[in-house]
T-cell receptor, first 115, second 112 residues
Framework: QKEVEQNSGPLSVPEGAIASLNCTYS??????FFWYRQYSGKSPELIMS????GDKEDGRFTAQLNKASQYVSLLIRDSQPSDSATYLC???????????????FGKGTLLTVNP | NAGVTQTPKFRILKIGQSMTLQCTQD?????MYWYRQDPGMGLKLIYY???????DKGEVPNGYNVSRSTTEDFPLRLELAAPSQTSVYFC???????????FGEGSRLTVL
């Protein structure tokens, strides 16, 4: 059973702080890693993808991947109240002879940014 | 640009009734998915399709059926509704190999 684990939270940070969201995965063959943001009552939307070990930055967001530790994280710098949402980690494992077409999601971490 | 459209947005069913959740996408994506989301439980894959005429089970397929007769449409059928099927259902599509899912707005289903 492929699993994706996230800190359940909730995580509360003051405005302007760095929010750190963590995710671990069980399938060592996983190839692609994603962070989705979901506002309350809305559908998820992709905010970051990462495929190689190291850091990937996009504006205030940085995704970090360590395949040896089976760990992926999302840092949000200068957190804003508008960042308050549930953040879902998703992992895509490539099966032998298959293609990249299924994502396994974690349960999500609820982030609250306090003004 | 409509993207992924789901209907209905809300529905209340009685135990034992059946219904179909409709999903259509206009992005010409090959891959389509149905997820359910229970409070605090993330997204669980019900069924998916890699192209017209091809479907496969996900993690939680029991009590559901799907068909994929065209690239655009991927309806989800609930047979003999049970209270355990009370959930929010999301349809999504993906351009092959991208890993980026485009979600519909969701369908909130209550079974009483």
């Amino acid at each position: 059973q492929k699993e994706v684990e996230q800190n359940s939270g909730p995580l509360s940070v003051p405005e302007g702080a760095i929010a750190s969201l963590n995710c671990t995965y069980s399938d060592r063959g996983s190839q692609s890693f994603f962070w989705y943001r979901q506002y309350s009552g809305k559908s998820p939307e992709l905010i970051m993808s990462i495929y190689s070990n190291g850091d990937k930055e996009d504006g205030r967001f940085t995704a970090q991947l360590n395949k040896a530790s089976q760990y992926v994280s999302l840092l949000i710098r200068d957190s804003q109240p508008s960042d308050s949402a549930t953040y879902l980690c998703a992992v895509n494992a490539v099966r032998s002879g298959g293609s990249n077409y299924k994502l396994t999601f974690g349960k999500g971490t609820l982030l609250t940014v306090n003004p | 640009n409509a993207g992924v459209t789901q209907t209905p947005k809300f529905r209340i069913l009685k135990i034992g009734q059946s219904m179909t959740l409709q999903c259509t996408q206009d992005m010409n994506h090959n891959y389509m998915y149905w997820y359910r989301q229970d409070p605090g439980m993330g997204l669980k894959l019900i069924y998916y399709s890699v192209g017209a005429g091809i479907t496969d089970k996900g993690e939680v397929p029991n009590g559901y059926n799907v068909s994929r007769s065209t690239t655009e449409d991927f309806p989800l059928r609930l047979e003999l509704a049970a209270p355990s099927q009370t959930s929010v259902y999301f349809c999504a599509s993906m351009l092959a190999l991208s890993g980026e899912l485009f979600f519909g707005e969701g369908s909130r289903l209550t079974v009483l």
